[in-house]
């Protein structure tokens, strides 16, 4: 659902601040004033590099989980531990 954004919030920076907020917003692939709109509204707000990487490690689970039907099961206990240690990982990149 898009919202209309009808009203402007002025915030006095140094140029410092400025330009830590600019460097944020790229890392996160937002705007300046979205980045700023979700830290002031308490959004979430996920880099873009951690959202390429959660998607990457989904694709190696899918991949693991490939190889345990293909296997028949017979690397059950590796696939398994190796499917947990994704898991975690992308637990740890969430957070």
Same mark, same amino acid.
């Given at each position: 659902m898009a919202r209309e954004l009808d009203t402007v919030v002025n915030v006095r920076l140094?140029? !410092? !601040? =400025?330009n830590h907020l600019r460097? #944020? *917003?790229d890392l996160a692939a937002l705007s300046?004033?979205?980045l700023a709109r979700r830290r002031l509204m308490g959004y979430p707000i996920v880099a873009h590099a #951690? *959202? &390429? %990487? &959660? =998607? !990457? %490690?989904r694709r190696i689970g899918g991949l693991l989980k490939l190889v345990h039907s293909e296997s028949g099961g017979a690397?059950? #206990?590796a696939t398994a531990a190796a499917l947990r240690e994704v898991r975690n990982a992308i637990e740890r990149v969430a957070r």
């Open positions: 140094t140029m !410092e !601040e =400025k460097a #944020d *917003a300046v004033s979205e #951690d *959202a &390429i %990487l &959660i =998607k !990457e %490690l690397y059950s #206990d």
